[in-house]
């Protein structure tokens, strides 16, 4: 059954990122955050996962990358 080796031993534990919740590395789902060097792989639940969670340096990478619509396009 999975979690059961984990209740013997800590360091197949591991916390979701998301939730903060701790529990076995069989039910975690690693997801890749951030970009280039800065690239790494976060624990999250399937729980978080099926709510829909989004790592926050993706959000606000993506948003950093799209045009700001205050400015206008620079003409030369």
Known sequence: MAGEKAKENATLKAACVACGKEMSVELLRGIVVGAGRQRHIAAVC???????WTPDSLESDSAADAPDSSEAPVES
């Open 46 to 52: 399937p729980a978080c996962l099926d709510k829909g």
